[in-house]
C-alpha cells in the first residue's frame, strides 16, 4: 500500500518531470540499465522512477535512453564494475547539463550515489521486445527486489517527503493567491472612483506645474534684466576675469608655441594634398587618431565657410579636431560650452544692461569682437555641445545671417537710436584703437577717465582700475559687428536623451560630419604613417611645427556655385536626391545641391584630381546633407537594397557612406522599435 505522500506524489509525476526537464528545478531519482556502446558512448536504458516504478515520461512520451555526460563517463565506470554481459542496474540522479543543446537527451547526465552494484540481472529477469530487440525491460520481480533495496539503503520516503514539502509550498502559494483575488473583487468598486480621481488631480496637477513654469520664466527675465548692482558688478569682474585669461593664454600660445622660426609656410609645400598629409602627420603625433580623409573632408569642409556639426558619442574627437586643425594652421580656436537654459540670441550675442548703461558681452560676441579686430588671423569658433539646448531659440537668427555670402555679414548688437548712451564712449575715442589703451597710458586720455567718473561714480587712484572698468565697456562702443572671411563656425553634437534633436531647418544649412568610436581605427597602421610622413621634407625636420597659411588658403565666403544641368556630378547628386525623396521621403532642396557643388570644388583644390574628386564629393553629399535627416521603417528595408544598388553604380561600395546605410539596416534588424534614425 502507497501512502497519502507518495499517492499524491505520483499523481503529480507528469507536472515533476515537466518541471524538471523546463526549469531544473527537481533533481529525479531513477534506476535503469546501465550499458556500454560500442562506439564508447555510455546510456542508461528501461529508466523507471524510483518512487513509483514508472517508466520516466515527458508529456506522455516515455524517455528510453539517456546519455551520459561524456565528462562523467570515466567516473561511472570506475564506480561500477561492467559486465561481461553489460547489463548492470544502477541508481541515481538525474539532473541537467549547464549547456544547453538541442537534442533534450544531451542535456543530461547520471550521477551515482553508490559504488555498488545492486544486482546483476539473469536472463530470466528481462523480457525482450519482439519488435526491437534493443528494448529490454525487466520483470516485476527483479524491479521489486531493485526498488525495495534503494528504499532500505537510500531512505526514499525522505526524497519523498522533500517532494511534499514543494507540493505543500505551492498549495500555499496558491491560496494566498486566492486571498489575494477576494480582496481585488473587494475593492473592484472603489477602482474606478480612485481612477477618476487621480485623473482629476493629475489634469491640476499639470495645469499647476504650468502655471509654476510660467512664474519661474517670468522670475527669471526679471531677475535677468533687473538683478541689483552688487550682482551685476560681480557680473562684471567675472566677465574681466575671463577676458583676462583669455588674453594671458593667447598670449601664452604665441610666446610659447609659435615664434619665429618654428613656422612653416604654404610654399614649403608641393600642393595642398602635402599639405593634409603634414597636417594629418602632425596632428597623430601630438597623439590624437584620425584616418587622412577625415583630416580631408574636415579641410574641405573649412573652405566651404559652411556651419559644421560635428556629431558623434561623447570622447570620439568632435572638439578635438577644432582645437587641433587650428594650431595646425596658426589659427585661434575658441571652444564656446552651450548651457541647457540657453532661450534667445541674448544668450548668444549679449544684451543692453539699462542699469549699467552698457551692453553685457558674451564668450562668443568677445570671440568676434577679437577676429574682428584681427583681420588677417583665422578664428575658429566652435559652440560645444549645442544641442543641449534648443538650438532653433538662440541660434536660428545667427544661421540665417551666415547664409548671406555676397558680403561680409553684418549684426546688429543695438539700436543706437535706442540707447543713445552707449554712442557717448565711442565719440570719446573717435579714431583710437580700443586696443592702444593699456593700463600704463590710460590716465593720459583725461576724456576718458572722466566719463568713467560721471557716468559711473568711479573714483580711484589706480590706473589698473580704469584700465579694468574700460576693458568692460569695450563692447559698447560698437553697435553692430562684421564677421569676416577670417572665421570659421562648427557646432558639436551629442544624440542622447539629454540633448535635443536638429530640426530640417538647421539640418538644410548646415553640413553635419559625423565622427565614429576612434576604437575602432587602426591605430598600429595610423602609428606606422608617421614614420613614413618623417622621410621626406618639410616632415623629415620632424611634426611639430605649425603651418602659418593665410585665411583665405582656408577658403572664402562665397555665393554657391549655380547648377550645371549638364554637368555629370550635377546629374548625379540630382538623382541621388530624387531617390531619397521618392523612396525614404527627405526633402532635399537647391540649397544642398548647390552646397554640394561647392564642396566639390574645394575637393578639387584640395586633392587636384577631378574625377576621385566626384566620387569624394558624392560620399560627402550623402553623409554631411542626406544620412542626417534619414529614418529607416522595417517597411523600407527592401527599398536599401535599391539603394545599395543605386551607390554601387556610383562607385561608392568602399567609401563611408555605403558602410553607414550598411550600419542603418544592420540596426534596423536589430532593434526593437519599428524605424531607427541615422542619429541611433
Not at 630 to 643: A, G, H, S, Y
Amino acid at each position: 500500500m502507497q501512502t497519502v505522500i507518495e499517492q499524491e506524489i505520483n499523481s503529480n509525476m507528469d507536472e515533476f518531470i515537466k518541471d524538471f526537464f523546463e526549469n531544473n528545478s527537481i533533481p529525479i531519482e531513477v534506476v535503469g540499465q546501465l550499458r556500454v556502446m560500442t562506439n564508447g558512448e555510455v546510456l542508461l536504458k528501461n529508466i523507471k522512477y524510483c518512487g513509483s516504478g514508472e517508466p520516466l515520461k515527458l508529456n506522455n512520451k516515455i524517455i528510453e535512453n539517456v546519455f551520459i555526460t561524456k565528462s562523467k563517463v570515466p567516473e561511472i565506470l570506475n564506480y561500477y564494475q561492467t559486465l561481461s554481459d553489460n547489463k548492470t542496474i544502477i541508481r541515481g540522479f538525474l539532473i541537467r547539463n549547464s549547456f544547453k543543446s538541442k537534442n533534450i537527451i544531451d542535456l543530461l547526465k547520471f550521477e551515482p550515489l553508490s559504488k555498488e552494484n545492486l544486482k546483476t540481472i539473469s536472463e530470466n529477469d528481462l523480457i525482450k521486445d519482439p519488435s526491437d530487440p534493443e528494448k529490454i525491460f525487466l520483470t516485476e520481480s527483479a524491479y521489486l527486489y531493485i526498488t525495495n533495496k534503494i528504499k532500505k539503503d537510500y531512505n526514499i520516503p525522505q526524497s519523498i517527503e522533500f517532494l511534499y514539502e514543494l507540493i505543500e509550498e505551492e498549495e500555499l502559494k496558491r491560496k494566498q493567491l486566492k486571498e489575494l483575488d477576494e480582496i481585488i473583487l473587494l475593492e473592484k468598486s472603489n477602482k474606478e472612483n480612485l481612477v477618476s480621481e487621480n485623473i482629476k488631480l493629475e489634469k491640476a496637477l499639470t495645469n499647476k506645474i504650468k502655471e509654476l513654469r510660467e512664474s519661474e520664466d517670468l522670475f527669471k527675465n526679471l531677475k535677468k534684466k533687473h538683478s541689483n548692482e552688487l550682482k551685476i558688478h560681480k557680473e562684471n569682474t567675472e566677465i574681466f576675469k575671463k577676458y583676462r585669461l583669455i588674453k594671458d593664454d593667447l598670449s601664452n600660445n604665441t610666446d610659447n608655441h609659435i615664434h619665429q622660426g618654428s613656422l612653416l609656410a604654404f610654399n614649403d609645400f608641393d600642393s595642398y594634398s602635402k599639405l593634409i598629409d603634414y597636417i594629418h602627420g602632425y596632428i597623430l603625433a601630438r597623439g590624437m587618431y584620425y584616418e587622412r580623409n577625415t583630416i580631408l573632408d574636415f579641410f574641405a569642409l573649412v573652405r566651404t565657410h559652411d556651419f559644421i556639426i560635428l556629431a558623434g558619442q561623447s570622447g570620439v574627437g568632435k572638439t578635438k579636431i577644432v582645437k587641433e586643425f587650428a594650431r595646425a594652421v596658426n589659427a585661434q580656436a575658441y571652444i564656446i560650452p552651450v548651457k541647457p537654459n540657453w532661450m534667445s540670441k541674448e544668450d548668444l550675442l549679449g544684451y543692453y544692461n539699462p542699469i549699467q548703461k552698457q551692453y553685457i558681452s558674451t564668450e562668443f560676441l568677445d570671440a568676434l569682437f577679437e577676429a574682428e579686430d584681427n583681420p588677417e588671423k583665422s578664428y575658429f569658433i566652435c559652440l560645444d555641445e549645442m544641442n543641449l539646448a534648443r538650438v532653433e531659440y538662440y541660434f536660428a537668427d545667427f544661421l540665417s545671417k551666415l547664409e548671406d555670402r555676397d558680403h561680409l555679414i553684418e549684426i546688429q548688437l543695438y539700436s543706437e537710436s535706442l540707447y543713445p548712451d552707449l554712442g557717448k564712449l565711442g565719440d570719446i575715442l573717435n579714431g583710437i584703437s580700443p586696443q592702444s589703451i593699456t593700463p600704463k597710458n590710460i590716465t593720459k586720455y583725461k576724456n576718458l577717465v572722466a566719463y568713467i567718473d560721471n557716468e559711473y561714480g568711479y573714483k580711484s587712484s589706480s590706473s589698473e582700475d580704469y584700465h579694468k572698468l574700460y576693458q568692460q565697456l569695450v563692447p559698447s562702443i560698437r553697435p553692430n559687428i562684421t564677421i569676416g572671411d577670417n572665421v570659421h563656425f562648427f557646432g558639436t553634437a551629442n544624440i542622447d536623451e539629454t540633448t535635443y534633436n536638429f530640426s530640417s531647418k538647421v539640418l538644410d544649412r548646415v553640413q553635419v560630419m559625423k565622427f565614429d568610436n576612434p576604437l575602432y581605427m587602426d591605430i598600429k597602421s595610423l602609428k606606422l604613417q608617421i614614420e613614413n610622413y618623417r622621410t621626406e621634407f618639410p616632415f623629415s625636420e620632424g611634426l611639430n611645427k605649425v603651418v602659418n597659411i593665410s585665411f583665405d588658403r582656408l577658403g572664402n565666403r562665397l555665393n554657391y556655385p549655380e547648377m550645371d544641368l549638364d554637368d555629370d556630378f550635377c546629374i548625379e547628386i540630382t538623382e541621388l536626391a530624387k531617390f531619397f525623396n521618392s523612396e525614404f521621403d527627405i526633402a532635399i532642396g537647391m540649397r544642398a545641391i548647390r552646397q554640394a557643388l561647392n564642396y566639390l570644388n574645394q575637393i578639387k583644390v584640395l586633392e587636384d584630381n577631378d574625377s576621385q574628386a566626384k566620387i569624394i564629393a558624392t560620399n560627402g553629399f550623402i553623409l554631411h546633407k542626406i544620412l542626417p535627416r534619414m529614418t529607416v521603417t522595417r517597411d523600407q528595408l527592401d527599398k536599401l537594397v535599391d539603394l545599395f544598388m543605386l551607390l554601387s553604380d556610383l562607385g561608392l561600395e568602399h567609401y563611408n557612406s555605403y558602410s553607414e546605410i550598411e550600419n542603418l539596416q544592420s540596426n534596423l534588424n536589430g532593434a526593437l522599435n519599428h524605424s531607427i534614425s541615422y542619429w541611433g
